[in-house]
């Protein structure tokens, strides 16, 4: 069969995730994985789960199993609204979409917004599946760097001078894959320059639960709020992968009013809507109220698995490596105090039966080839003991 011609020119530039193609090494034999984002199992609520999938299949059959509406199950917007107020999100339900994960919400609302070569800035280095996304949009990607206070947003407002843009993609808690948290002061001249040139921000917020302090930032939604009075420019997106299970492949997005029923079209065009039964199996769940003590449950522990790789990797490492502590999430971004690449060093590495992700792979431009991220979520003390002891072998 001749295939020239058959792809649509937007595939032909398309890389599968470098993420992706590293996760089938980590399923090797004595491989120990600092790689994959994935949460850890062994923290999952195995019991509130199966009670409120029991609950769902038999006090919510009916809707269980049924076609639902695009937007999503309405007392499960309600109840989302409910843990965004915790987060300072005010949200009503019918500002609410459900979505297959906050990636579905990311895909749909620069299927929405990016017509080819709009400008969205993202900060060096950035989540890599938003790159993906962004690229399937045919957007043309611009980058601002970033430091230990996130995004550098004095270079946006630089940009912004000379540059109409769409929109910014930003995570601001724990990002992916620095670990780095947005400053206040930062978020509020983000918001306001959104305000003033018109442009969107994209909030992702997969992890601003599992930060390892008391202290809370507010969301950029919440900024936009008390300062401007409206939340216009930002479209908030999170997600119950992290947090709970996420095979349930739920996340959900607060869109402006302008944006939500557009984007639900284009859900209805995708997929009609998320899974009914996960949606029940959520809205059960939460109905429970274990949440909190789940989420206080996971914060203990990924802090102090963080605390376990970051002592490691500073003992046997730190001669050669930096990195900077992160205050939540589930990542170390590290790099080498010399010129030094960090993919080449990964096919030493998987010899000595470790892997992890590159850093080239998280910038749109400009790459830093002597970083690279491990990932404390999964392993356990004495995989990251042996890991660590591997890596410096690697050496």
Known sequence: MKTEGLLAQRMLKVKSSAIRELLKHSKMENVISLAGGIPSDALFDFEGLSIATQQAITEQAKSAFQYGLTEGSYLLRERICALCSERGVIAKPEDVLVTAGSQQALDLVMRAVVNPGDVFVVERPTYLAALQTLELAEANVMSVSSDSDGMVVDELAELLKTQKIKGVYVVPNFGNPTGLTLSTARREQLVKLAAEHNFLIM???????????????????????????????????????????????LGWAILPP?????????????????????????ECYLGLNRLPAQIEKIRAAYKQKCDILAGLVEKELGDVISFDMPKGGMFLWARFRQPFNATEWLKTTLNEGVVFVPGEYFFSDKPDHSTFRLSFATATEQQMQEAVARLRRAL
Do not use: C, M, W
């Not at 008391?214 to 919440?222: S, V």
């Not at 859900?267 to 029940?280: E, G, M, P, T, V």
């Open 203 to 249: 909030e992702d917020d997969p992890y601003g639960e599992l930060r390892f302090t008391e202290e809370r930032n507010a969301t950029l939604y919440q900024v936009s709020q008390q300062i401007l009075g409206h939340t216009d420019n930002v479209i908030y997106t999170s997600t119950f992968s992290k947090i709970l299970a996420p095979g349930l492949r």
């Open 258 to 282: 302008f944006l939500l029923h557009k984007i639900a079209i284009i859900k209805q065009a995708a997929d009609l809507h998320a899974s009914s039964l996960s949606q029940s199996i959520a």
